[in-house]
């Protein structure tokens, strides 16, 4: 259970150090064994929310715990696994040196077999002797999906797991979070495109300028997005998108983004 | 524990297989060997010149791998992202932030102790400068059990006492500047942060000197000590500050004792080797602190 209670973050920009708001406010539980989808055009903080949360910046305002460690313990990450928005690794090092060093770093280090199952089942195996840097995009991105995986973790944290992805490599990924689904894991990934992705979550979050405007059940926010569309008799949208739940969130997110 | 040993493990498995490096330390090995041909240039002394310039090599070359590598460990690591995955593992910062300087430490270690055989397989080639390795050699390097006499088929010979100190010294003035610029890319870019430990390598160097020269002196004027003061005030005060509060480098510099065959004495050896390494911790201490709570996006 992932409890964020008010949390602000402003970032500090410019030569004076002015104040620049990522993350209003934000109070959000992220339930145990749930897939929460947290969505949101560009800019609207979601992947500063997921760093606080897996403890890489810290909250200006307010908390966040993790089966009640502070996010910055290392002990809330004890069975946490993250998948950074653009996952990049250094030079000269090949991929399966990479991933024994994660390994190397977890509390109950991962056996040999374990990494070649994360590996196989991101998708990545046949190129563990090659050198990280002459990945592809897409391998990289399943290098450091295999790291998350590695060693079984409770929740998984994916930012943004399928940009960049191509249609094949998007429904392997996709199936790899429905597998762990599956196996009850708590999952909360980010993801600005909501058609590719919704039948994956149990829980839509959706967060605008930095503040979280939605945060329901599907089935919920769906039977709003019905009530919405029978308002709205406007065909404009239809070509790109065209369930009543994408137009919704659409309106939502132009119209929370111009307040 | 174990955990900052494997991050230093990955660290240097990743600085051996970075160019910078590998550049600087190819480039001083050619140094080394070039300054045989230097030295042949001239018909006294070759051995001298040779060992100055050599040594003059290793350590530039080593402090330029601490500077530009230290500079670049942890500020490449968050800037490419690849510290996102490890620090995001179950890791406090600081047993990453040491296993990246241990890491750093330990390339530099293998870099001198290269730089160090090259040399001496060129000192041993020209025949100069070498000693034979005594019976009873304690701190010497390639000593063995005392030969029996006439029963060797070749003697052995090792770089005098003053040179391998110099060696060891190189290693600890690589690893504290090295600590230095990690501490400033941590508050800094990295082309300020190497700008910045070059010239506190730099003034770290001259500061002994330039404090012995605003001291005031004692002279012996018409049968009278007076006491001289040969800069203002404020100037004194400033270089003595510069002096007190940055490293004094040239502490480590013996080239002088190294070009004789000087024997420096233990306590120095302990002095300073005391002195670079409670300085290093220090720096490392804040590193440490700032890293703690630093926002790492
Ligand atoms: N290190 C930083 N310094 C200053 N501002 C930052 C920093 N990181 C993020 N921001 C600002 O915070 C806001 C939110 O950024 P964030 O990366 O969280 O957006 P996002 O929702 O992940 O967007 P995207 O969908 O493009 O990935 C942006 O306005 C961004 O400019
Ligand atoms: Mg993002």
Redesign the interface.
């Known amino acids: 259970m992932i409890e964020l209670k008010n949390v602000t973050k402003y970032?500090r920009v410019g030569f004076f150090g002015n104040k620049k708001n990522a993350v209003k406010d934000l109070s959000l539980n992220i339930e145990e064994g749930q897939v929460t989808g947290f969505f949101g055009p560009n800019g609207a903080g979601k992947s500063?929310t997921i760093?606080m949360i897996?403890?890489?910046?810290?909250p200006s305002v307010g908390g966040i715990k993790i089966n009640g460690y502070d996010a910055s313990d290392?002990?809330a990450?004890?069975k946490?696994g993250?998948l950074?928005e653009?996952?990049?690794?250094?030079?000269?090092?090949k991929g399966i040196?990479i991933i024994s060093?994660?390994s190397?770093?977890?509390?109950i280090r991962a056996s040999k077999d374990a990494i070649d199952e994360a590996l196989k089942s991101a998708g990545i195996f046949h190129a563990k002797n090659i050198q990280a840097h002459k990945y592809s995009k897409g391998m990289t991105q399943r290098l450091?999906l295999a790291?998350?995986i590695l060693g079984d973790p409770e929740i998984l944290i994916f930012d943004e797991p399928l940009s960049g992805l191509d249609p094949i490599g998007r429904k392997e990924f996709k199936d790899i979070i429905f597998k762990l689904k599956e196996r009850k894991k708590t999952i909360f990934f980010s993801s600005h495109v909501l058609a590719d992705s919704k039948e994956l979550c149990d829980r839509i979050a959706v967060l605008v300028n930095g503040r979280l405007i939605k945060n329901k059940d599907v089935a919920e926010i769906e039977k709003e997005a019905e009530a919405y569309s029978e308002e709205r008799k406007d065909n404009s949208l239809t070509g790109e998108y065209n369930t009543p739940l994408e137009i919704y969130l659409y309106d939502l997110m132009l119209k929370s983004g111009k307040n | 524990m174990e955990k900052i040993l494997y991050g230093a493990m990955y660290s240097f498995k990743e600085i051996k297989s970075s160019k910078i490096f590998y550049s600087f330390l190819i480039f001083a090995l050619i140094l080394i060997s070039g300054s045989y041909f230097v030295s042949q240039t001239s018909f006294i002394n070759q051995g001298r010149i040779m060992v100055d310039f050599s040594i003059f090599a290793i350590s530039i070359f080593n402090i330029f791998i601490g500077i530009f590598i230290g500079s670049s460990v942890v500020y490449d690591d968050i800037e490419k992202k690849s510290v996102f995955l490890a620090l995001t593992r179950p890791i406090r910062r600081t047993q990453y932030l040491i296993g990246r300087f241990l890491g750093l430490a330990a390339a530099i270690i293998f870099s001198t102790i290269i730089m160090m055989l090259i040399f001496y397989f060129v000192l041993l080639i020209m025949h100069k400068f070498i000693v034979p390795a005594m019976p009873v050699v304690k701190t010497v390097r390639h000593a063995i059990k005392p030969p029996l006499a006439g029963s060797m088929p070749f003697t052995l010979y090792s770089l005098p006492q003053p040179l391998i100190i110099q060696g060891f010294f190189i290693i600890i003035e690589s690893v504290f500047i090295s600590a230095a610029a990690l501490l400033f890319s941590l508050v800094t870019s990295k082309a300020l942060a190497s700008i910045f430990a070059i010239l506190v390598f730099f003034i770290g160097n001259v500061s002994s000197r330039m404090n012995d020269l605003i001291k005031p002196v004692r002279k012996v004027i018409n049968g009278k000590t007076v006491t001289v003061h040969q800069a203002n005030h404020t100037l004194a005060a400033i270089v003595h500050f510069i002096y007190t509060v940055l490293p004094n480098f040239s502490l480590f510099n013996i080239s002088s004792e190294a070009a004789y065959k000087i024997s420096v004495s233990g306590g120095g050896i302990s002095y300073r080797i005391i002195y670079g390494i409670c300085y290093t911790a220090l720096l490392f201490v804040i590193s440490s602190l700032i890293f703690a709570s630093k926002d790492i996006a």
């Open positions: 970032f500063t760093k897996v403890g890489l910046i810290n290392y002990r990450r004890l946490l993250y950074p653009s996952p990049s690794f250094p030079r000269g090092l040196e060093y994660y190397n770093l977890l509390n450091a790291i998350s």
